[in-house]
């Protein structure tokens, strides 16, 4: 296979079990609290991560890894961990998680200008009209027309914006460094930060462990899809196209999302949101072929 169909591949693989995620942690988040979730969610993930790793002994490459490289995976743990911690709990505020996902298309616009800056990733003013669209399609999106300010957004959009910034910075700073590390390492590297987190919380916090075995069921099926699979085949389509045409694929994750919430969640989001999340996944098409367009 060609490395762009690799690439393509796994963007796709991480978009539809990223899809599953939105649905099986809100689903999850109905029945148990942020930090039971976080624990149960991440300790589960590392399970699924070391039956990965095991049987290819990706474990032998962390002996290679030096001084500047550890740095680096300190650097995008903490990155994750921050972004991680937000995108849950705008998952735990919000209402319908479809809306959300049609709201983390933003993530492909701050991908495509850190790329610029960071990257030195092509650019031109056709990625302007994309930047518009995408911003107007996540301002209709969590628009609730109330009156009082406090009301006009729907809740959790802020955080879901404050996550996609920092996912963002986690891709640009993993497409950096990608070439130094393998794709599993960078996402056990990212579970033991989480799960070491919500461990501290729950410790400290004394929250119960007690969870009901549907709250289990939910959490098994959505850290297998997520925090394994998910990581998993986004830094690996890292390592064969650019991180801008990765965050494209993943842009309509919310059509699946949406698809999602209504058969499990008997969730539909509203018209204008819909028209919204349409209108941002235009926006970053138009962002990402304006990259490689002369104007």
């Not at 990608?178 to 056990?188: E, H, R, S, T, V």
């Not at 099926?221 to 998993?232: E, K, M, Q, V």
């Not at 085949?233 to 999302?257: D, N």
Request: some cysteine; aromatic content about 14%; charged content about 10%.
């Amino acid at each position: 296979m060609s490395p762009y169909f690799k690439g393509y591949f796994f963007a796709c693989l991480g978009t539809l079990a990223m899809s599953n995620v939105y649905i099986f942690s809100k689903a999850a988040l109905l029945e148990v609290g942020l930090i039971q979730f976080g624990f149960y969610w991440y300790g589960m993930a590392i399970i699924w991560n070391l039956l990965y790793a095991l049987p290819k002994k990706n474990y032998k490459t962390i002996r290679l890894l030096n001084k500047k490289s550890i740095e680096v995976l300190i650097i995008i743990g903490f990155i994750e961990l921050i972004a991680a911690i937000s995108f849950f709990e705008a998952i735990n505020r919000a209402e319908n998680p479809a809306t959300l996902s049609f709201l983390t298309n933003l993530t492909p616009l701050f991908v495509t200008l850190l790329g610029f800056v960071i990257l030195q990733e092509s650019f031109n003013k056709v990625g302007i009209i994309g930047i518009i669209l995408t911003l107007l399609g996540a301002f209709i999106i969590s628009f609730r027309g109330n009156h009082s300010f406090s009301d006009l957004l729907l809740p959790g959009t802020g955080l879901i914006i404050l996550s996609s910034f920092f996912v963002a910075i986690g891709i640009i700073t993993a497409k950096k460094n990608i070439k130094n590390f393998d794709p599993g390492i960078l996402a056990i590297n990212r579970i033991l930060f989480l799960f070491t987190f919500f461990f501290i919380l729950l410790i400290s916090t004394g929250t119960t462990l007690a969870v009901s075995h549907k709250a289990l069921f939910y959490i098994a099926l959505g850290s297998l899809l997520g925090p394994f699979l998910t990581a998993l085949s986004q830094y690996s389509a890292l390592q064969y196209i650019e991180a801008s045409r990765t965050s494209l694929v993943q842009s309509t994750k919310g059509i699946f999302v949406l698809i999602g919430s209504f058969i499990y969640l008997g969730m539909f989001p509203m018209i204008h949101q819909i028209a919204g999340g349409i209108l941002s996944i235009i926006g970053v098409v138009i962002i990402i072929t304006g990259k490689s367009s002369e104007i």
